[in-house]
């Protein structure tokens, strides 16, 4: 990877976005998104942005707003602050965050500004950096848990009718069987997936073994957040494949649960895995059709960035990678992402992030910011 420009300043700043639709999942329900947005600026005024696309809560991962806060000023920040003598390239900044253990989305929402920001420097489109080579990506919609059963069919009706390529619906104990079966009754068959975020044990197997008949993608995450062995033991039992998302946190973490046939699919999400570069790695040490990108009801700045990884060759499932306005009325950027009645999401030809940052929208949505010379 190349050296990077002189960096002189680095911003974080603490966003709440007020989300549309609440967004309940088998660990709680959200109606709001959190973030740390990073602005880095280099000596010649390019400007780079990336999402910390963390929660409020430690439902779906140990890490917060909270957590990833003091990791960036007390620990990752300063870091920067001894590379910037030299140059220094993405290999150089991770040796330098090794002894930071964990906080992955800290890491990657950083490493993400930088990696906008060396774009902007070298005049290149981000997806030149991300070895992009689609002008569109085909995408897909995650529908949280609803109230009942008709109302999950409205929804998922609405975003047929709007283009998404692939439904993919929360499950947890309770609601799993029998909305599956109502939506394969009502919409045959559509491209579907269910995401349990770890609300399983193997003491449910024969439920997990129901949705077999169903012809599903895929089953997220169905056993704990941190297990890889268990899940083992279930894709052994289970004819649909299991895909892990929560449990993997590196490109070891994918390698070893491919290799011992803990899943056949790993859900991509560039910050759980501390950043793009290593989001890259997995991409291409485990291929295509076993990967894609999920999502983390990012802003348009997070959602930006991981619409330039899914334009690389091996995302040929459709991701979470939703339209803007799926998730907010007034994203921080210009214009909103939108998806077309194919469910495509053209991939942006500019400089940078191919989209204008909206700060006056940025500054509305911020809860503290603070700034730092490098
Ligand atoms: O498990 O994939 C998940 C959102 C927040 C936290 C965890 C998950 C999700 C989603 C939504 O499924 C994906 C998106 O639309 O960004
Ligand atoms: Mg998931």
Redesign the pocket.
Known sequence: MDPFPTLRTITIREVQLPLVHP?R?SFGN?TTKHAILVEIEDEDGNVGWGETTV?ATPG?CYETVDTAWPMQTKFLIPKLKELNSDQFDIDALHKKWAPVRGHEFAKGGIEAALLALLAESQNKSLGDIYGSTKDKIPTG??IGIQTDISKLLDRISTFIDQGYRRI?I?IEPGWDVEPVRAIREKFGDILLMV?A?SAYTLDDIAILKQLDEFGLMMI??PLAYNDILQHKFLQDELQTPVCL??SIHNPKDAKLAIDHGSCKII?I?PGRVGGYYNAIKIAEEVGVGAVWC?????TGIGRLHNIFLQARDEFSIPG???GSD??FANDVINPAVRVDDQGYIAVPKGRGLGYEVNTDQVDAYTIQAMSYRL
């Not at 999920?294 to 990012?298: H, I, V």
């Open positions: 967004f999942t959200a929660e779906y919609v995650s993919k929360k995401d975020n997220e995450q998302d929560e859900n999400k999920g999502g983390m009801l990012e979470d990678t939703s799926r998730y």
